[in-house]
């Protein structure tokens, strides 16, 4: 079983920068990919980040540029880095990951919000 927390969201003022982290716990996990999705209220969940654990990176135009994401040597603590913070990228933040085999693990969210 695997948990992750995320830490690190709260109030920033447009043009601002945020850094999300992600810690992975449990035993016998073998995370394979880590995801940031984001969901503002009366939108659909969406992909911001995508880290494999050979080091490919996906992001979305609406974020590419902006967001980096990484993570520690051992895959157990994931970040993004977030800069250039716009009103449009609030929305509750989380970190999910998958195994090998494919099955699929969240995080509880954290909440990020730009003023304008």
């Known amino acids: 079983q695997v948990q992750l927390v995320e830490s690190g969201g709260g109030l920033v003022q447009a043009g601002g920068s945020l850094r999300l982290s992600c810690a992975a716990s449990?035993?016998?996990?073998?995370?394979?990919?880590v995801y940031w999705h984001r969901q503002a209220p009366g939108k659909q969940r969406e992909l911001v980040a995508q880290?494999?654990?050979?080091?490919?990176?996906n992001y979305p135009d609406s974020v590419k540029g902006r967001f980096t994401i990484s993570r520690d040597n051992a895959m157990n603590t994931v970040y993004l880095q977030m800069n250039s913070l716009k009103p449009e990228d609030t929305a509750v933040y989380y970190c999910?990951?998958?195994?090998?085999?494919?099955?699929?693990?969240w995080g509880q969210g954290t909440q990020v919000t730009v003023s304008s």
């Open positions: 999910n990951a998958a195994d090998y085999s494919g099955f699929r693990y």
């Open positions: 449990g035993s016998g996990f073998n995370l394979n990919v």
């Open positions: 880290l494999t654990r050979s080091g490919f990176t």
